[in-house]
RNA sequence: UGACCUGUGGUGUAACUGGCAACACGUCUGACUCUGGAUCAGAAGAGUCCAGGUUCGAGCCCUGGCAGGUCAACCA
């Protein structure tokens, strides 16, 4: 695991919520040997997002707080869609959050043959059979929510002949679509799952474990509750969608148990945030049509793009506690997962200088070979950091944020004849400004106090602003790359008639390509988390190279001049 | 003309078997500060979808409405 802590010891008081209480009336009744034992249900169709990370934590996280166990089962009955990609991705996210499922992974394809047993028990019993309508057909006899369907005509075939024709389905005899198994349960249902939903679909495709073995496969129906069954799961936790599957994933349990034990599925409310779209299917249409660069685009609510943002486990693991477990589909503000992370990597994080939009100043009356090396603060936060050198020369780059000719009231930075403190370093008072032909400034000449070494007032006076500022000579030339909002719209997905994308932000990502980083970053790896001070939280991107090192803008630190700004 | 689910400050969550609505984010003040960060102190903001009812007392219970979501894939 890239970072050292596990969800483990990050647990302590979560608040209790719905489930918790039924897990407690479940454990009081004493049901199922007192034992809770959950699972994460991926299909590996796509990248994990910042939904699945909600439930990765609720599901693991349920069974700490009760000492129970949490399986890994890939729910991978559709070979058409599946991928070994995919199934790597997602161990790789999940453990990566600080999850581990120890030797409990298990596949819904593992189950296939019970599954296929299963399903042979049911046309024994007169509960299955096989229908030779196509789709189009079943689907209308399916009827609407308020109108009951009507019963296929092969609904009554002998059981024989049922079984007779599954095995031809088995050794791949027909074709996509010509036949598949229905349970037979009640076609007049209020509930559309229970009028004799398609359990097996004859799909010759090749599946990413089972290979070219099978031709029929089982629907999502059919087989996640019998893997929870066979797993030994008690508690199967689900999203608010699959409500109204629970009457069918029940009839099935009822089929097949043989004994007091049975799983139970409990459904929450999937997460929604503000400002992206939180579904696979858009997710892959963002990265099929190149508006991003991948999966791991740092735009994206993805597990591995906010990894390679600069998110930690640890903060997403908070957030996940913070917005709590309920059954209401609410709509969480971005901001709070933004809040998540500063809180922690102002704990953690290693403080550097770095001037990302650099501006030239000369100290006129400093020495012009000097290189005083300062002593300058890891993390005020946390003084185990320690301390590190900064050196500092005549020439250095400040921000070009950082000083205005003509300031207004309450710009309390650098001005012609203004004194600010450096970091670490000097105070220093501005005497000229240096512009080119078209009026641009191109260098700032200043004058420093040699009293004030370190940054210390030599003589109590004050100045109004501290600067960040790194080397001319000294300074790592890098990239660094911001990135906005994804989408401009709060609820992309809010809108009848606008597709999603039509909201995207043109400018969410921005790439400075002439930023200086002092020497300290040279040996940071990929995924380092830093404070460029008075900036915001960066993290190195996997893209550096020794010759340009590239940083991620994780998220800007509360600014209150910007926020000032931004209301005139 | 259905079934199931949901409805508490701007947002998200709390409120044990009914006892004067709490916390977090966000917002706004002020203090402090070698990060306009962090920290600290404080403020505003809901009377719990509506209407009845039960009760000394209801966000919690009952009745009836209203609003929103989900369900008609050989997807999960």
Known sequence: MS?????????????????????????????????????????????????????????????????????????DTNPSKEETEYVESIMEDVHWLGFDWENRLYYASDFFPKLHAFAIQLIKEGKAYVDDQDAETISSQKGTPQKPGMESPHRNRLVEENLDLFERMTAGEFNEGEKVLRAKIDMTSPNMHMRDPIIYRI???HHHRTGDKWCVYPMYDFAHGQCDYWEGITHSICTLEFEVHRPLYDWFIDQLKDSDYRPRQIEFARLNLTYTVMSK????????????????????????????????????????????????????????????????????AQRVMGVINPLKVVITNYPE??????????????????????????????????????????????????????RYAYFVTCTDVIKDENGEITELHCTYDPASKGGNSPDGRKVKATLHWVSATHGVKSEVRLYDRLFNDEDPNGHKDVDFKEFMNPDSLSVLSDCYLEPFIKDSKPLDHFQFERLGYFNMDPDSTPEKPVFNRTVALRDSWAKAQGKE
């Open 3 to 75: 970072e050292n802590n596990t969800a483990n010891n990050t647990e302590a008081k979560k608040k209790a919520n719905f489930i918790n209480m039924q897990i407690d009336a479940d454990l009081a009744a004493g049901k199922n040997d007192k034992r809770v034992h959950t699972r994460f249900p991926p299909e590996p169709n796509g990248y994990l997002h910042i939904g699945h990370a909600k439930s990765i934590c609720l599901n693991f996280g349920l069974a700490q707080q009760y000492g129970g166990k949490t399986n890994l089962r890939f729910d």
């Open 281 to 348: 299917r858009k997710l892959l249409e963002l990265v099929k049509d190149g508006h991003v660069s991948g999966w791991d685009d740092p735009r994206m609510p993805t597990i591995s793009g906010l990894r390679r943002r600069g998110y930690t486990p640890e903060s997403i693991r908070n957030f996940s506690d913070k917005i709590g477990v309920t059954k209401v589909d609410g709509m969480i503000d971005v901001s709070l997962l933004e809040f998540s992370v500063r809180e922690h990597l102002n704990k953690t």
């Open 369 to 422: 070979d000097l290189v005083e090396e300062l002593d300058a603060v890891n993390n005020p936060e946390d003084e185990t950091m320690g301390m590190r050198k900064v050196p500092f020369t005549r020439e250095i780059y400040i921000e070009r944020d950082d000083f205005m000719e003509d300031p207004p009231r309450k710009f309390f930075r650098l001005g012609p004849g203004r004194e600010v403190r450096l």
């Open 203 to 205: 799909m010759k495709a």
